[in-house]
């Protein structure tokens, strides 16, 4: 097992989950350049494919939880999700913000920001790796080693890698279905795993193998409390919902 690429930095990375979620509407391009303003190592995007085969930046499969649209991205062209908004209450004032399409984010970006985004089976089929490498060499950012690729389907990260090997790959375990002996035994540089399935045994036995941690948060009331127990145990990655705190914990601010 070669050791884990430092594509992005070496120390304890700062992951925008979705941009700065708590800030901003998620998955928009404000919510990244704020992100990116605050100074964090990389900006995690979920790639969703819509009716004509374009990639946006949504985490969820329905538009209904964070837009004014409802039915499933699928559904629709591009052109048709662009006539829908995302909207989020901040400070309770209703924020409006378009719906990016993922070379959206990377025309604002271009090369100054670690995109780590995840990819996902469309209908149980491989099918958006192939255009999104190809958007990714025209932008460049393979080559310049600005690009980090998760995702919960070893299906799709065995295709990302089929197409283009040198991209850093993590593979994601859900909330409660991390399996030690799969991380252990699967061949990517990186382990990305819900905190509260986070200990011990998992973190030093990742390290002994050269493998990196990389944690996300599904429970905001605790994030604090778990980000803090994680750091004691000297994970890798962050994917934070609270880049303030997160700095602060790392000593970064
Ligand atoms: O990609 C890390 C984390 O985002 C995985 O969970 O559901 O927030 O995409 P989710
Ligand atoms: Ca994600």
Redesign the pocket.
């Known amino acids: 097992m070669e050791s884990a690429p430092s594509s992005i930095v070496d120390s304890p990375k700062i992951i925008a989950?979705r941009g700065a979620n708590d800030q901003f509407n998620e998955s928009t391009i404000p919510a990244y350049q704020i992100a990116a303003e605050q100074g964090v190592d990389a900006l995690?995007i979920?790639l969703r494919m819509t009716a004509d085969g374009k990639l946006i930046a949504m985490?969820d499969e329905s538009l209904d939880r964070t837009t004014t649209g409802t039915g499933n991205v699928s559904d629709y062209t591009r052109s048709e999700i662009k006539s829908f908004t995302t909207v989020e209450v901040f400070n309770n004032q209703t924020i409006k913000e378009e719906i990016p399409t993922v070379e959206e984010i990377i025309n604002v970006f271009s090369d100054t920001e670690h995109y780590y985004i995840?990819t996902r089976l469309v209908d149980g089929e491989a099918v958006m790796e192939e255009p999104f490498i190809e958007l990714l060499n025209k932008h460049e950012i393979i080559t310049k080693g600005l690009i980090t690729i998760?995702s919960f389907s070893q299906t799709s990260l065995e295709r990302i890698r089929e197409l283009a090997p040198e991209i850093p790959l993590t593979l994601?375990f859900g909330k409660g279905k991390f399996n030690l002996r799969e991380a252990l035994s699967v061949d990517y540089p990186y382990i990305?795993m819900e905190s509260t399935d986070v200990n011990v045994e998992s973190v030093n036995q990742l390290h002994s193998q050269g493998k990196e941690v990389h944690v996300?948060f599904t429970d905001m009331h605790t994030q604090k409390k778990e980000q803090e127990r994680v750091n004691d145990l000297g994970v890798d990655g962050y994917?934070t919902d609270d880049i303030a705190f997160t700095k602060q914990l790392l000593g970064r601010d």
């Open positions: 989950h995690e979920d985490h995840e998760q994601l990305g996300f994917f």
